[in-house]
Protein backbone atom coordinates (compact mmCIF):
# COMPACT_ATOMS: atom_id res chain seq x y z
CA UNK A 1 0.00 0.00 0.00
CA UNK A 2 1.34 3.29 -1.11
CA UNK A 3 2.87 6.34 1.52
CA UNK A 4 0.34 8.96 1.67
CA UNK A 5 2.04 12.26 -0.05
CA UNK A 6 4.01 14.16 2.65
CA UNK A 7 3.66 11.22 5.36
CA UNK A 8 6.28 8.99 4.60
CA UNK A 9 7.14 6.38 7.48
CA UNK A 10 10.73 6.01 7.86
CA UNK A 11 10.54 3.95 10.63
CA UNK A 12 8.42 0.08 11.15
CA UNK A 13 6.56 2.27 14.23
CA UNK A 14 5.13 4.27 11.98
CA UNK A 15 3.96 2.72 8.79
CA UNK A 16 0.40 1.46 10.67
CA UNK A 17 0.28 5.31 11.44
CA UNK A 18 0.91 6.18 7.91
CA UNK A 19 -1.55 4.12 6.01
CA UNK A 20 -4.07 5.39 8.67
CA UNK A 21 -3.35 8.67 7.17
CA UNK A 22 -3.99 7.21 3.46
CA UNK A 23 -7.57 6.22 4.73
CA UNK A 24 -8.21 9.80 6.47
CA UNK A 25 -7.36 11.07 3.30
CA UNK A 26 -9.43 8.95 1.15
CA UNK A 27 -12.59 9.39 3.18
CA UNK A 28 -11.76 12.97 2.54
CA UNK A 29 -10.93 13.51 6.48
CA UNK A 30 -8.27 16.11 6.11
CA UNK A 31 -7.95 16.86 9.75
CA UNK A 32 -7.51 13.88 10.80
CA UNK A 33 -4.95 12.87 8.01
CA UNK A 34 -3.12 16.20 9.37
CA UNK A 35 -2.81 14.85 13.02
CA UNK A 36 -2.00 11.63 12.10
CA UNK A 37 0.88 12.82 9.67
CA UNK A 38 2.17 14.90 12.67
CA UNK A 39 2.53 11.88 15.04
CA UNK A 40 4.32 9.96 11.80
CA UNK A 41 6.58 12.84 11.85
CA UNK A 42 7.37 13.19 15.42
CA UNK A 43 7.84 9.50 15.66
CA UNK A 44 10.28 9.02 12.66
CA UNK A 45 12.13 11.87 14.61
CA UNK A 46 12.06 10.71 17.94
CA UNK A 47 10.54 13.34 19.41
CA UNK A 48 8.71 12.62 22.98
CA UNK A 49 6.77 14.23 25.42
CA UNK A 50 6.64 14.60 28.89
CA UNK A 51 3.88 16.18 30.92
CA UNK A 52 4.42 17.24 34.18
CA UNK A 53 0.78 18.11 35.86
CA UNK A 54 0.17 18.84 39.11
CA UNK A 55 -1.82 21.26 41.59
CA UNK A 56 0.66 24.35 43.39
CA UNK A 57 3.75 23.55 44.94
CA UNK A 58 3.76 19.88 44.65
CA UNK A 59 7.20 20.22 43.32
CA UNK A 60 6.99 19.50 39.41
CA UNK A 61 9.82 22.18 38.62
CA UNK A 62 12.06 20.28 41.17
CA UNK A 63 11.18 17.06 39.94
CA UNK A 64 11.88 18.31 36.00
CA UNK A 65 15.00 20.03 37.09
CA UNK A 66 16.14 16.72 38.45
CA UNK A 67 15.50 15.18 35.00
CA UNK A 68 17.32 16.87 33.61
CA UNK A 69 20.15 17.12 36.16
CA UNK A 70 20.51 20.98 36.79
CA UNK A 71 18.48 23.87 38.52
CA UNK A 72 17.05 25.74 35.85
CA UNK A 73 13.38 26.22 36.72
CA UNK A 74 12.65 28.70 39.61
CA UNK A 75 11.47 26.87 42.45
CA UNK A 76 10.13 28.62 46.04
CA UNK A 77 7.81 28.54 49.18
CA UNK A 78 5.14 30.25 47.22
CA UNK A 79 4.08 29.32 43.63
CA UNK A 80 6.81 30.09 41.21
CA UNK A 81 6.18 29.23 37.91
CA UNK A 82 2.73 31.11 36.33
CA UNK A 83 2.95 30.20 33.03
CA UNK A 84 3.19 27.44 30.66
CA UNK A 85 7.16 25.62 30.29
CA UNK A 86 8.41 23.70 27.74
CA UNK A 87 12.25 22.34 28.31
CA UNK A 88 13.41 20.85 24.85
CA UNK A 89 17.15 19.66 23.53
CA UNK A 90 19.16 22.14 21.71
CA UNK A 91 22.48 23.33 21.29
CA UNK A 92 22.82 25.52 23.27
CA UNK A 93 22.12 26.69 27.23
CA UNK A 94 19.38 29.13 26.18
CA UNK A 95 15.47 30.10 26.74
CA UNK A 96 13.15 31.98 24.73
CA UNK A 97 9.36 33.71 26.10
CA UNK A 98 6.46 33.95 23.90
CA UNK A 99 4.95 37.45 24.52
CA UNK A 100 1.79 38.39 22.04
CA UNK A 101 3.02 36.67 18.65
CA UNK A 102 6.84 37.36 19.06
CA UNK A 103 9.44 34.79 20.40
CA UNK A 104 11.95 36.97 22.51
CA UNK A 105 15.55 35.31 23.40
CA UNK A 106 16.63 35.57 26.91
CA UNK A 107 18.97 33.77 29.70
CA UNK A 108 17.81 31.19 31.02
CA UNK A 109 19.05 32.70 34.49
CA UNK A 110 15.84 35.71 33.42
CA UNK A 111 13.04 32.85 33.75
CA UNK A 112 11.75 33.94 37.03
CA UNK A 113 11.42 37.59 35.60
CA UNK A 114 8.87 36.34 32.61
CA UNK A 115 7.42 32.99 34.65
CA UNK A 116 7.21 33.57 38.36
CA UNK A 117 4.60 35.35 40.33
CA UNK A 118 6.25 37.22 42.13
CA UNK A 119 8.27 39.44 38.92
CA UNK A 120 5.33 38.84 36.86
CA UNK A 121 2.35 39.11 38.56
CA UNK A 122 -0.59 37.61 37.14
CA UNK A 123 1.49 37.20 34.25
CA UNK A 124 1.20 41.03 33.64
CA UNK A 125 3.48 40.55 30.98
CA UNK A 126 1.32 38.64 28.70
CA UNK A 127 3.68 35.77 28.73
CA UNK A 128 2.16 33.04 26.50
CA UNK A 129 4.99 30.38 27.11
CA UNK A 130 8.48 30.08 27.17
CA UNK A 131 10.94 27.71 26.33
CA UNK A 132 13.95 26.44 27.45
CA UNK A 133 16.81 24.83 25.35
CA UNK A 134 19.01 21.99 27.03
CA UNK A 135 22.01 20.21 25.61
CA UNK A 136 21.23 17.80 28.09
CA UNK A 137 21.73 14.53 27.45
CA UNK A 138 18.45 13.25 29.20
CA UNK A 139 16.89 15.86 26.99
CA UNK A 140 17.96 14.62 23.28
CA UNK A 141 14.88 14.13 21.31
CA UNK A 142 12.33 14.88 23.48
CA UNK A 143 10.08 18.22 25.27
CA UNK A 144 8.85 17.79 28.53
CA UNK A 145 6.47 20.67 29.45
CA UNK A 146 5.19 21.88 32.87
CA UNK A 147 1.66 22.98 33.22
CA UNK A 148 0.53 24.17 36.97
CA UNK A 149 -3.71 24.33 37.63
CA UNK A 150 -3.88 27.55 36.73
CA UNK A 151 -3.09 27.42 32.90
CA UNK A 152 -3.04 24.15 32.26
CA UNK A 153 -6.72 24.26 30.25
CA UNK A 154 -5.90 27.47 28.34
CA UNK A 155 -2.95 25.71 27.36
CA UNK A 156 -4.61 22.26 26.55
CA UNK A 157 -7.87 23.53 25.02
CA UNK A 158 -7.29 27.02 23.60
CA UNK A 159 -6.42 25.93 20.49
CA UNK A 160 -5.31 22.19 20.09
CA UNK A 161 -1.61 23.61 19.33
CA UNK A 162 1.10 23.11 21.06
CA UNK A 163 4.38 25.88 21.86
Do not use: H
Not at 6 to 19: E, I, K, Y
Not at 32 to 42: F, H, M, N, S
Not at 58 to 73: C, H, N, Q, Y
Not at 131 to 143: K, M, T
Amino acid sequence: MPQPQGSVARSSDAQPLARLAEIAERLSEASIEADIQQLVARIDEGRFFVACVGQFKRGKSTLLDAFVGERILPTGVVPVTAVPTVLRYGNERTARVLVDTKWLTIAPEDLPAYVSEELNPQNSKQVAGVEVFLPSPAESGGEIREFGPQNVYSVVWSSGESL
